[in-house]
């Protein structure tokens, strides 16, 4: 078995210990990072798009060629971490001696990591693993737009032991959504912004499968969408149509068929008349 240890750092760190680990080769553009490998050890890549201080997004499509097991230190700001299995499996423990959970095809993982105990991954060798990752830091200051939507996020997703984990079917809303955020067209601002959008709805999605207060805590991300919307309206050619459904707004029953969905009803704040307004 291999065994790797990765640092934490910043997103350029990671991704050069990784290329390291693995004689990978590793491309730049922007925001976007590409890690090719084809070595003794791996072949596949590893790609990612990290925004300064805010959400992060990582895509793995490997086949190893020894059992690999990798052990991250805990991160500053004990972001959490949302993963999503689309081939094959990978396990996880809390510590070497830890519980091993699995995280298969199809299912979705959510990691917050507040312990100096590190965070263990093993991938089996000869077979396939293609996986997502989404990476939401928490740690803001009061005067960050971020703040309210981080409380929210650390009510539903961490505990008091410092470990927290699920593992469960993945919702079919979000596997739509992450076909979308591989797939996006547009480059440059657009392309980002459109990113930000798409993964800020799928963390939407994840408070509304994890929470019993949904119609509340959904204000944040209605505020956030508002904020790219408009920035994505200055910056591009697309019209406003062009704009919400490539986010995936485009309906104005979306948040109040998502919370029916959920809870079979509406809450009177996010009815279609408040929708109406807004749009």
């Known amino acids: 078995m291999k065994k790797l240890y990765l640092n934490t750092g910043d997103f ?5 210990d990784l290329a390291d680990s693995f004689g990978g080769e590793l491309t730049t553009n922007n925001n976007d990072y590409n890690l090719a490998i084809k070595s003794k050890w791996a072949k596949g890549k590893i790609t990612g798009t990290h925004f300064e201080k805010e959400i992060s997004y990582m895509h793995f499509d490997l086949t190893f ?68 990752l989404i990476v939401m830091p928490l740690a803001v200051t009061l005067k960050e737009e971020s703040f309210e939507l981080i409380s929210h996020l650390k009510k539903v997703f961490t ?38 959008s798409i993964m800020s709805t799928i963390l939407d999605l994840e408070i509304a499968q994890h929470s019993y207060n949904y119609a509340t805590m959904i204000a944040p991300f209605m505020n956030l969408a508002t904020k790219q919307i408009d920035e994505l309206k200055r910056i591009s050619n697309m019209n406003f149509s062009e704009v919400l459904f490539s986010i995936g707004l485009g309906r104005k029953s ?25 749009a």
């Open 12 to 16: 350029n760190t990671i991704f050069n």
């Open 159 to 196: 505990n008091e032991s410092g470990n927290y984990i699920y593992i469960g079917q993945q919702n079919p809303k979000i596997t739509q959504k992450l076909k979308e955020l591989n797939t996006i067209p547009q480059k440059g601002a657009v392309r980002s912004l459109l990113q930000r």
């Open 65 to 132: 060629h020894n059992e690999v097991s990798m052990s991250i230190e805990s991160f500053q700001g004990a972001p959490i971490f949302f993963a999503y299995c689309e081939e094959g499996s990978l396990t996880h423990s809390f510590g070497a001696n830890g519980d091993k959970k699995s995280l298969k095809k199809q299912q979705t993982g959510i990691l917050n990591n507040t312990s100096t105990i590190n965070s263990v991954l093993y991938f089996e060798s000869f077979k396939r693993i293609q996986f997502s």
């Open 254 to 278: 979306y948040f109040p068929r998502l919370i029916k969905e959920r809870y079979h009803t509406i809450n009177k704040h996010y009815s279609q008349n408040s929708l109406a307004k807004t």
